[in-house]
């Protein structure tokens, strides 16, 4: 029902940008909160940016005013926009789902995720 497929990932140079892509079949934003983390060997996995129920959006403070979550319905899809990249940002990133009812976490969903490497 719920499928995830990021793509938009690949190699970029030190101040450059990336566009990630989120297809998401099956969820309906009424329900479902969408965020982006990403996770770089040897580290835990890392929330980056979140798109609320509401439409808001909130960010790690690592990444706030260089990358920006969105969503098209229309679409169905999600993106992250990623400005001004550095080394530091090179990771596996990953979309995520979670269905929420009533303030409540009901069931959550992963896609594959896509490479991100920056570097010269």
């Known amino acids: 029902q719920v499928q995830l497929v990021e793509s938009g990932g690949g190699l970029v140079q030190p101040g450059g940008s990336l566009r990630l892509s989120c297809a998401a079949s099956?969820?309906?934003?009424?329900?479902?909160?969408m965020g982006w983390y990403r996770q770089a060997p040897g580290q835990e996995r890392e929330l980056v940016a979140t798109c609320h129920l509401d439409g808001s959006t909130t960010y790690v403070d690592s990444v706030k005013g260089r990358f920006t979550i969105s969503r098209d319905s229309a679409k169905s899809t999600v993106y992250l926009q990623m400005n001004s990249l550095q080394p530091e940002d090179t990771a596996v990133y990953y979309c995520n789902a979670e269905k929420i009812i009533f303030g409540i976490q009901r069931r959550e969903y992963w896609g594959q995720g896509t490479q991100v490497t920056v570097s010269s």
């Open positions: 099956g969820v309906n934003y009424k329900f479902y909160a």
